[in-house]
Nanobody, 127 residues
Framework: QVQLVESGGGLVQPGDSLRLSCAAS????????IGWFRQAPGKEREGVSY????????YYADSVKGRFTISRDNAKNTVYLQMNSLKPEDTAVYYC????????????????????WGQGTQVTVSS
């Protein structure tokens, strides 16, 4: 049974930083793609950043490029999302999601491609 557990959310002020963690367990695929998505109240879920466990390719949404960094620790089956220079518009519930195999760049941002999801962690950026 695949499980994803996010942690690291919280309430911060604009300009602050947070690091989210996504610990994955229970999957058997040798290769996988993990994505970070977020959903703000009244808005659709949007992709934030993606990474696979095989290559070094990473992808970022334009809204977070230059501020967020995704990384992985394969030994711990954990993916991190370092979020710097946070803005109020970054406020959302952040989810990590896992897909078996290596997703092509063109479909990395499609939530429907990820069958496994964590429970989400709230990030609130407010002064």
């Amino acid at each position: 049974q695949v499980q994803l557990v996010e942690s690291g959310g919280g309430l911060v002020q604009p300009g602050d930083s947070l690091r989210l963690s996504c610990a994955a367990s229970g999957f058997t695929s040798a290769y996988y793609t993990i994505g970070w998505f977020r959903q703000a109240p009244g808005k659709e879920r949007e992709g934030v950043s993606y990474i696979s466990n095989l290559n070094t390719y990473t992808y970022y949404a334009d809204s977070v490029k230059g501020r967020f960094t995704i990384s992985r620790d394969n030994a711990k089956n954990t993916v991190y999302l370092q979020m710097n220079s946070l803005k109020p518009e970054d406020t959302a519930v952040y989810y990590c999601a896992l897909a078996s195999g290596l997703l092509a760049r063109a479909i990395m941002g499609a939530p429907g491609r990820y069958p496994y999801w964590g429970q989400g962690t709230q990030v609130t950026v407010s002064s």
